[in-house]
């Protein structure tokens, strides 16, 4: 089975790019896992702990080869408006968890009837604990930007990772591509207004997506004040970077507003998601729930139009 093959079959369900690596992540990647963890900035996300993620074959036992797939999300831009709380542009759509582990699936098959052999891969999809992207780095996909994301050549930052992990040996195995290429540009530090990012390092703590997104505490004050009008996620460091200019939107129809909440969120539909909560289900926004999106809109509005 060649790379080639193994691209063409990711393009053909929907990925935008694969890459094929060792499963093994490099231990560089692992020293600044554990110094991030060490200097706690990964705040109250007790997952990330689990150490297991510093070593696939925990999660499939002989595991030999990494392949690891990118899909483009980019969603038009949008300003921030009045009495309205911005989306994050990879949420307004459908959850890519769900669109990721239907395409995982028909690569585990396809490639289970290719070799004629059973129980070989395992799939994951930001669900598993596994460093996905040091293996994309390491697979050629791109390299570590200095908002910590993933810069595609092709893609930029918008882009969201899936893989699996195979006990096959695949050969033509990419080389990684290590040099930073961010090179004396600081414009994603710059513009993130709560100072949550370093030089390639994140300070969950002080992130607008981490309270926007994860944490079940009530957004902090400090934080709610830098905050321009995200009810979920944020995208400004990915909006100031240069390598997200002039690219176009998706084309993925998963991820079209239409397909989920939108871009946007009122007082009008919040309160129609609050009387059907299912209008959540199958998208990102159903992991923060209606209290949740509810005190983030509050805080937007800046005045007590809603009941707490």
Known sequence: MSPEEIKEKALSLGFDDAGITPAIIPDEDIRAYQRWLAANKHANLAYMENQIRCNPENLL???KTAIIFVTYYKQPSSGFKPGRGLIASYARGRDYHNVHRKRLKHFIRWLEEKT???NIAKGFSDSAPILERALAVQAGLGWFGKNTLLIHRQFGTYTLLSGLLTTL????????ERMPRCGSCTRCLDACPTKALSPYELDAAKCLSYHLIESKQALPDNISEKNPGYVFGCDICQEACPHNFRKSPSQAEEFRPDQGIGPYLDLSLLEDIEAKPEKLFGTPLNRRGVPGLKHSMKKILGKDRLQS
Do not use: H
Request: net charge positive; charged share 30%.
């Open 61 to 63: 036992p002989g595991a």
């Open 116 to 118: 004629g052999q059973k």
């Open 169 to 176: 040996d695949i050969p033509g195995v990419n080389k990684k």
